[in-house]
């Protein structure tokens, strides 16, 4: 779908809530009554709200499987509002250099990180909930560190489920700065060689917004781990880890 257009600029739009009928190009499974398009008075823009089972309300991308989206940038970002106590997921079917499919499968459902050569389950107990967040998935990173030797080359299908709103969906060439907390690395810094950039203004939310952007790759997965001593966390400490303000993670 998008192999033969350009992406060489700072961003690719793949999805947008806004015009007639935004989903058109879509697989939409679920009836109206749990994923419906509506104006959202916070952002003052349109977005797709899915509701209820994360296992069987979800909207796939391209339509037809045979069908491959082709996009070639690193980040991919989901514009994003997650409600607190509901599960959400989303899945990534992802093409490495040597032609093979991949699918990393990132859910709250998930407890902890589990792999095959050819599929990830990656567990989101990180996630930012109640605020707008640009999740920004770092889909090199977790390429070659979850399937060892291998290397991202593109990236062919996305599943998006509920429980969410949903704003836009774009790549980004270039990383942007984590804002999710005050101490992004929880002590650990970002190498200095790893330069931000910021998210393009017509992808932008507007500045009255509450929102964050939070990056999800392996080194945030293992120091979220490594902050509840080295082991994959229990529900338990998944939620005082999201209800840690920026101040506590940075006293403990």
């Known amino acids: 779908m998008f ?98 499919k991949r699918r990393l499968y990132l859910s709250t ?13 990656i567990p989101l107990f990180m996630i930012k909930r109640k605020i ?26 996305i599943i998006v489920s509920a429980n969410c709103k949903l704003r836009k969906i774009f790549t980004l060439k270039s990383k942007p700065q984590d804002t999710a907390d005050k101490d992004a690395g929880y002590g650990i810094p970002f190498p ?3 330069p931000t950039d910021i998210i393009p203004r017509s992808c932008q939310l507007t500045t009255d917004v509450p929102q964050v952007t939070q990056l999800l790759n392996m080194t945030k997965f293992r120091q979220t781990e490594i902050k509840f001593g080295g082991h994959p966390l229990n529900s338990t400490e998944s939620v005082n880890f999201l209800y840690m303000t920026p101040h506590q993670h940075y006293m403990s």
């Open 3 to 100: 192999k033969n257009e350009y992406q060489g600029g700072a961003f690719v739009e793949i999805f947008s809530a806004q015009g007639k009928n935004p989903g058109a190009k879509w697989k939409i499974l679920g009836s109206p009554s749990v994923i419906w398009k509506e104006f959202d008075k916070e952002v003052k823009s349109f977005v797709f709200v899915l509701e209820g089972s994360s296992q069987t309300n979800k909207i796939q991308l391209p339509k037809e499987n045979k069908q491959i989206l082709g996009l070639i940038q690193r980040f991919l970002v989901l514009q994003i509002y997650i409600p607190l106590g509901q599960d959400f997921s989303t899945e990534l079917l992802i093409t490495d250099l040597g032609n093979i």
């Open 109 to 121: 459902v998930h407890k902890e990180l589990s792999s095959t050569p050819l599929h990830a389950k």
């Open 132 to 157: 707008w967040c640009n999740l920004c998935i770092d889909l090199v990173a977790f390429t070659s560190e979850i399937f060892k030797g291998a290397v991202f080359q593109s990236l062919d299908g």
């Open 192 to 194: 200095a060689d790893e």
